[in-house]
């Protein structure tokens, strides 16, 4: 049993900075990856990054590469997306996922949490 809680969302203008965070609770020992997803209005679910429970692997979407960072505090057990230079493209619900292993595909986790918007104004 795993639960993740979200937080950070809101509204920021095009070129600021956001972080996005998200608490694990539960049998954490299950986890081996977390990821980062997003959903525009009218749009399908897009990965967006990917982290190794340990740190050691990262993955990004080529359209946040270089302005988005994925992170984990295991002693505080959260997970963060911190988003620079923000486009009002970036505007999306985002969620983040727990599964076994650091896929780029939604179905590989077995985890959600409810999601954060994000809104970024031009």
């Known amino acids: 049993q795993v639960q993740l809680v979200e937080s950070g969302g809101g509204l920021v203008q095009a070129g600021g900075s956001r972080r996005l965070s998200c608490a694990v609770s539960g049998r954490t020992s299950s986890i081996y990856a977390m990821g980062w997803f997003r959903q525009a209005p009218g749009k399908e679910r897009e990965f967006v990054a990917v982290v190794s429970w340990s740190g050691g692997y990262t993955y990004y979407a080529d359209s946040v590469k270089g302005r988005f960072t994925i992170s984990r505090d295991n002693a505080k057990n959260t997970v963060y997306l911190q988003m620079n230079s923000l486009k009002p493209d970036d505007t999306a619900v985002y969620s983040c996922?727990?599964?076994?292993?650091?896929?780029?595909?939604?179905?590989?986790?077995?985890?959600w949490g409810q999601g954060t918007q994000v809104t970024v104004s031009s």
């Open positions: 996922a727990a599964g076994s292993v650091p896929s780029r595909e939604d179905y590989d986790y077995n985890y």
